[in-house]
């Protein structure tokens, strides 16, 4: 188990480290600006102006415009589906492309550091844990590891840094020790990070940094449209994804995407031309963020099965039928029993490893009987 005081030392080494690395040049003022208003770190381009985060539930996946809308992220704990999550879905215009018929598939056997992937999950964000942008709330703290143990989760997803934050690890005095726990319950630990694309050299420093710490992998949240012009964020996404595994050859990588139905269906002016093909050596597991609760019952999508198994099924089109999945549903406090049976049944039948809700603090006492039927 790593101190406090060596993963501080460890940086150290890592700041120097990284200055050898190639990055992939920066060009300040593309963009609208990544995630929300508070500081910056220098050379990172325009005062941060927009909010885009999946993982923490505040992003409108429906808005028909490529440019993302203001929102601010919450003080105490991942939102609800009060924020900017559109309450009205029309059903698609025009026949979408049909998912690939899908095939029952035993679960797969797991080779090496990617079982972390596998089995029931639970999120935390910086929002949950730390004092800096969890100011007004209760934080989680290590007796809340110890409850997630006691529930049955197998692997806690932790992020462990944010643009705007003034380290590369954050608040390592309290992160260390949620970690530590995790493990001494004899779970698995998964850091990760929201890259923006305005600043990659940040980008690739803050993903490094957290595989420092005492986990078994790294994923890379792959959400921030701050960079506007599609084919410069693209092309950023895809030569981060390729320097981190570059740097980081024997870890575990997780690509945490948008759901391939908002892309395609739902919104496909969402992300053009999102770069399945040149991301897919990059990654050993895909983690897509299959919220049904985001989507109504015009669309057809809010339903657990269906939305995790089309979403899986056309995951694995793009990047290949073997593709290692780990689904991700919610947000939690919007999602029910039925929904997590959904996706548990879906899951099975295409073989994904495990699977979870966002996130942990909003995931009522109902939904943990059914999810317990991730458990590997």
């Known amino acids: 188990m790593r101190s406090t005081g060596s993963v501080v030392a460890g940086l150290v080494v890592l700041a120097v480290s990284v200055l050898g690395l190639s990055g992939c040049g920066r060009t300040p003022g593309v963009g609208p600006g990544p995630e929300g208003a508070l500081a910056r770190m220098p050379g990172a381009g325009p005062p941060p102006t927009v909010a885009i985060d999946l993982l923490e539930g505040v992003v409108d996946v429906d808005d028909p415009s490529p440019s993302s809308t203001t929102s601010t992220p919450p003080t ?55 004092r800096t942008f969890g100011k ?20 806690l997803y932790v992020q462990t840094s944010r643009f705007n934050a003034s380290a590369d690890i954050l608040e390592p005095e309290r992160l260390v020790p949620l970690i530590e726990r995790a493990r001494e319950r004899g779970m698995g630990v998964v850091a990760w990070y929201l890259p923006t694309f305005v600043d990659p050299e940040a980008d690739l420093r803050r993903l490094l940094a957290a595989a420092t710490l005492d986990v078994d992998a790294v994923a890379v949240d792959i959400e921030s449209r701050d960079v506007a012009e599609t084919d410069e964020r693209n092309r950023r996404l895809v030569e981060l994804s390729r320097q981190v595994r570059q740097a980081l050859p024997g870890m575990a990588l997780g690509a945490i995407v948008f759901p391939p139905v908002v892309m395609e269906v739902v919104n496909p002016s969402f992300w053009p031309g999102f770069p399945w093909d040149e991301l897919a050596p990059s990654y050993d597991v895909w ?21 995790t198994a089309d979403n899986i099924d056309r995951l694995r089109a793009h990047v290949g039928d073997g593709a290692v999945v780990h689904t991700v549903g919610g947000i939690a406090d919007a999602t029910t029993v039925a929904d997590v049976e959904g996706m548990v049944d879906a899951a099975g039948e295409r073989g994904a490893i495990g699977g979870s809700l966002y996130d942990w603090r909003t995931t009522g006492p109902e939904l943990w009987g059914p999810l317990q039927a991730f458990r590997r």
Request: glycine residues 10%; without cysteine.
């Open 287 to 307: 983690v897509p963020m299959a919220y049904q609760s985001f989507r109504t019952d015009a669309s057809g999508y809010r339903d657990g099965y269906r939305y």
């Open 136 to 155: 007004d709330g209760p934080l989680v703290e290590v007796a809340d590891i110890d409850r997630m143990a006691d529930l049955g989760v197998q692997t």
């Open 76 to 130: 105490t704990a991942a939102p609800s589906v009060a924020d900017p999550v559109p309450t009205t879905e029309a059903a698609p215009t025009t026949a979408a492309p049909a998912p690939p018929e899908p095939a029952v598939t035993p679960v797969r056997a797991v080779p090496g550091g990617v079982g972390v992937y596998g089995g029931l999950g639970t999120w935390i964000d910086a929002y949950d844990w730390s």
